[in-house]
């Protein structure tokens, strides 16, 4: 609606006013002379509607514009998606364009155009009817004759509901309507005004006029019962046609329009004047200037149809370039031995059941007739590549799942929601999302949306736990190689800055980090720092909020690979640490070589890792004891332990038969003892001789062949280190400490 349409308004004493323009009604609402709440209506509005339900009004004294984001669509449709309740903005970002009206009137032409054509049609009526008074009321009466008159005469004016009159007596019609004083000078009642709708009100003003033109305005003629009974009359569609119609050409019949000043004879009345063939504007459907791209708060993007208010999720086709054009069709998934699946157009199936298809790089290919395709929407697949959150994909299928993100990971948002679920892809590479810059953001984001994060679990869990005072949990799982040691040393991160303590006790489970990736933590295929244990790490904090103690519950240690390794991995760090990181005092004592030397370590040829340095890994090492108190007496047994493990693994046996062996070569026997702090007899039985208890029996020596040995000294080995990791993390434990009594 353009700004020459007539408003109406309702004022703070209840009193309507008007006609005025759009700038009237605003210069009314500054100057409080009316309120959101008061009631408006122009001749296009089918009843009174409160203005701040009028988005052109309400926009305008707002300030705000009435767009609002679209409705997530269901399945892709081609139609423009139905109006539902919009997701939730924030505040900061720009207001979105309202729901997908549905285009007013028929014949295809816009609203525009129809509200042209009406005002052409009433114009061409308004001169055809009589300049002069007309004898419609001669009987004396409010009689037919005056009630086929006002008819016409309501057609050449615009109806203009008024609020209802208290009494309806005394000379004013329904609705308040003074003929003496014409339509500008209806008064309400001390009720709201009428929603009756613009048929009623034209009837009733029409009457009126006819009523007074007999020399007396008679009293208003009470409703029927049943007229008391009838639904509010529909909405009028205005309907264009590509021709005038002629009962709307025709001019009233004479006495039956309404009566003129002065009381003279009416005049003759004039032939109407064709009307010209009015000239079709451009579909604003189909306008590229009408239409611009906007952006949700999850940087979604969608269309907005400036002139009719319309949007969409799905680019116009005016907006769309050559190569968009080209993506119309059908789209399919299809399986794919690398990504699982790939969207492609599906072009044409030949008789023999072959089916060809198009990948969107233009690649084309042939697939078996039993191939499971399945639909899906090329602009649903665009959208899907911008979502954060999963439950905003337009379905929850696994194709489009896996599709976003793979084109998420190529832009290095290796994180994604799924409701309150974070999915982390690990990307193998070091990223700066971990600064204290970044933690400093997430921890005073406030209402800000800021892209998935690890830090937000963290920062959730943390704030509940301070909230409502209960214990909370942050699970963390998946396969090899999926980031769960990095993903749980920075949520330890985060707490310790954000939480902190008194006593420095967060820097205490930070440290210890170094040792358990060392002992526990190894290079595997898919992951150069793979924790090869389960572990539960419970953090205690006290009434303030801070740290106050940690404490860590390890499970299910991988002890096979103290012994062996297969393919590009290694054993575990510490003992390529030492190796490496050893000073000559320490290497003399522990008997050490390099880590070739050693069987347990150059069984997959690999004693290295791209980008790691073995000896400052050792010597953070070596700082985390110092720094957590370990006794330099703790220190020298935990690294005679790691040396003796290395010995036993170069202990070698000759098969004698009659499952009976010798040690070939006592030197690495001797060395694992030395370090170890046992009689080489004791070991060398250990490892040859197999002791068998029997209940009632004295304890019976079984000796064993070479391969028998081997297993022995394996499992000697697994269970020397897996004991020794078991007491490195109790020790940690009593350094760190837990609070009594404290929320964890």
């Not at 080209?326 to 023999?352: L, S, T």
């Not at 090869?532 to 103690?549: A, L, N, P």
């Amino acid at each position: 609606m353009g700004d020459e349409t007539e408003w109406y308004w309702v004022d703070t004493a209840g009193t309507q006013q008007g006609p005025t323009t759009k700038a009237g009604v605003k210069a009314a609402f500054e100057a409080r002379k009316t309120t959101m709440e008061a009631l408006c209506w122009n001749e296009l509005m089918d009843n009174w509607t409160p203005i701040k339900d009028v988005p052109e009004i309400a926009s305008m004294l707002t300030g705000k514009a009435p767009a609002k984001i679209p409705p997530k669509p269901g399945a892709p449709k081609a139609e423009a998606p139905k109006a539902a309740a919009a997701p939730k903005a924030d505040p900061k970002d720009p207001p979105a364009p309202a729901p997908v009206p549905a285009k007013a009137g028929g014949g295809g032409l816009d609203l525009k155009s129809q509200l042209a054509a009406v005002a052409q049609r009433r114009a061409s009526a308004a001169a055809a009817a009589p300049k002069k008074a007309d004898d419609g009321g001669a009987a004396g009466g409010a009689g037919a004759g005056a009630g086929a008159g006002a008819g016409a005469a309501a057609a050449a004016e615009k109806p203009k509901p008024a609020a209802p009159a208290a009494g309806g007596g005394g000379g004013v019609g329904p609705f308040g309507f003074d003929p003496a004083k014409g339509l500008a000078a209806l008064k309400p009642s001390a009720n709201r005004p009428s929603v009756a709708s613009k048929k009623e009100v034209g009837a009733s003003a029409g009457a009126s006029a006819g009523a007074g033109g007999a020399g007396g305005p008679p009293k208003a003629a009470p409703k029927k019962p049943e007229e008391k009974a009838k639904k509010p009359a529909e909405p009028k569609k205005v309907a264009v046609p590509s021709a005038p119609k002629k009962a709307d050409d025709k001019a009233p019949a004479k006495g039956k329009g309404p009566a003129a000043p002065g009381g003279k004879a009416p005049a003759k009345t004039a032939a109407p004047e064709p009307k010209k063939e009015e000239k079709k504007e451009p579909d604003p459907y189909d306008t590229e200037a009408y239409w611009h791209e906007l952006i949700t708060p999850e940087g979604i993007p969608y269309f907005h149809n400036k002139q009719t208010g319309a949007v969409t999720w799905d680019k116009p086709d005016c907006l769309k370039g050559a190569h968009e054009v080209d993506k119309a069709g059908r789209w399919v998934w299809v399986p794919h031995e690398k990504d699982a699946f790939q969207p492609a157009k599906f072009c044409e199936q030949y008789g023999d059941g072959r089916i060809e298809v198009e990948f969107e790089n233009g690649a084309t290919t042939y697939l078996a007739a039993n191939t499971k395709m399945v639909d899906m929407s090329w602009s649903s697949l665009k959208r899907g590549a911008l979502v954060r959150d999963l439950v905003l994909l337009d379905e929850m299928s696994e194709p489009l799942i896996l599709y976003n993100l793979k084109e998420r990971f190529g832009k290095n948002e290796i994180y994604t929601n799924i409701g309150t679920i974070l999915i982390s892809v690990n990307p193998y590479v070091r990223l700066p999302l971990y600064t204290p810059t970044v933690i400093d953001e997430y921890r005073h984001r406030g209402n800000k949306q800021l892209p998935p994060h690890v830090f937000t679990i963290a920062d959730d869990a943390y704030n509940s736990l301070i909230e409502w005072k209960r214990s909370q949990s942050i699970v963390i799982s998946g396969e090899s190689g999926a980031g769960k040691t990095e993903c749980t040393k920075q949520c330890l991160q985060y707490l310790a800055e954000v939480a902190g303590s008194q006593s420095n006790v967060e820097q205490k489970i930070l440290l210890s980090n170094p040792i358990l990736e060392a002992f526990g933590n190894a290079k595997t295929v898919r992951n150069n720092n793979s924790s090869r244990f389960g572990k539960y790490v419970e953090i205690t904090f006290d009434k303030q909020g801070g740290i106050s103690g940690a404490k860590t519950t390890n499970y299910l240690l991988e002890k096979s690979r103290v012994v062996g390794q297969s393919g590009d991995e290694r054993n575990y760090h510490i003992f390529y640490q030492l190796t490496a990181g050893a000073d000559d005092a320490m290497r003399k004592a522990l008997r050490l070589k390099d880590a070739l030397s050693y069987g347990y370590l150059n069984q997959s040829g690999n004693v290295t890792i791209d980008e790691v340095d073995d000896v400052k890994e050792f010597q953070d090492t070596n700082a985390a004891f110092d720094k957590l108190g370990f006794a330099a007496d703790e220190k020298k047994h935990i690294i005679q332990i790691v040396g003796a493990v290395l010995h036993l693994g170069n202990v070698t046996f000759k098969d004698l038969g009659e499952k009976k062996c010798e040690i070939e070569g006592k030197q690495p026997l001797e060395d694992a003892a030395a370090l170890l702090e046992v009689p080489v007899p004791e070991l060398t039985k250990a490892v040859k001789i197999r002791t068998m208890v029997v209940k009632g029996q004295a304890p019976i020596d079984v000796s064993l062949g070479a391969t028998e040995a081997e297993a022995a000294r394996n499992a000697l080995s697994k269970f020397v280190y897996a004991r020794l990791f078991d007491w490195l993390v109790q020790r940690i434990n009593t350094a760190i400490g837990v609070g009594k009594g404290d929320t964890t």
